[in-house]
């Protein structure tokens, strides 16, 4: 199949800024520039930076159009290049790119997020072994040399085989902090997303030592280390948060962090 006559085809005729497309039964997907990427997207990190007074957590916000393509497609290539998962980059323009579908047609495939919650009623036998799959994702993220844009478990997805993707590159973070930076921000940024999960499964014990076994390996480096310690050390208010809703949804999950990444 010719992808780049299939790109310049429909680039600038999709209904959509991101479509999927059938052709002899495989699926890809043409994402084009759009309106400026919106606010909510960058809410998390804003609300983390506000509440944890850490500057680092901030969003890198990208502006959207040409920009965005063009980090996106940067990234998909270089973690492609390093041996990362990530949706194939079958075509690019200025304008717009295509891209393979993790799974097969006829078939979503779903985030580590979704699936680390529909799992909760199995408690922590069910949510740990996921859990855990997520961690080593990142983990080789970083060992390969670099770092994810927003490693919340919605931005990692479950393909057919079951091996974890990753998905969503329109910022880049390593543009404007240092690599140590980037990498506690995964760490904080998967925290935050999957510590409730593990708190309502009742995983946090076992996520706790596995979280520590997973800090206290060689290849963290000492920069490493320091930016995430002086991040908890702005953190330990959070002890006093109720481990419950009482306080809201976004409360609870602050807490649930909190318990899981104490020293």
């Not at 295509?98 to 495939?109: K, N, R, T, W």
Request: a positive charge; aromatic letters at 8%; one cysteine or more.
């Amino acid at each position: 199949m010719d992808f780049d006559a299939f790109l310049e085809e429909h680039l600038h005729t999709q209904s959509k800024n991101i479509q999927r497309y059938e052709v002899d039964g495989q699926w890809f997907w043409i994402k084009r520039t759009g309106p400026l990427i919106p606010a909510w997207r960058y809410r998390i990190l804003r609300v983390l930076r506000a509440l944890l007074n850490e500057p680092v957590l901030g969003p890198v916000v990208n502006h959207g159009g040409r920009e965005a393509i063009a980090t996106e497609v940067r990234r998909l290539k270089d973690l492609a290049a390093r041996g990362i998962r990530v949706p194939a980059l079958l075509a690019s323009q200025d304008d717009g790119f295509i891209m393979s579908h993790l799974g097969v047609a006829g078939h979503d495939v779903p985030s580590l997020g979704n699936k680390i919650r529909a799992m909760v009623p199995e408690g922590a036998p069910g949510v740990m072994p996921l859990w855990r799959q997520g961690l080593a994702m990142i983990d080789q993220v970083h060992r390969s040399g670099t770092a994810l844009s927003q490693a919340f478990a919605r931005n990692m997805v479950v393909c057919p085989d079951g091996e974890l993707a990753c998905v969503d590159f329109e910022d880049d973070p390593l543009a404007v902090l240092p690599l140590a930076v980037c990498q506690v921000r995964d760490a904080l940024c998967y925290a935050h997303s999957t510590a409730i999960y593990l708190s309502h499964a009742g995983a946090q014990a076992e996520a706790r030592a596995a979280w520590r076994q997973w800090l206290a390996q060689p290849e963290r480096s000492p920069e490493f280390h320091t930016v995430l310690a002086n991040t908890l050390a702005r953190m330990r208010w959070l002890r006093f948060l109720p481990a419950n809703r009482k306080l809201g949804r976004d409360t609870e999950r602050l807490r649930a962090m909190w318990d899981l990444m104490q020293a």
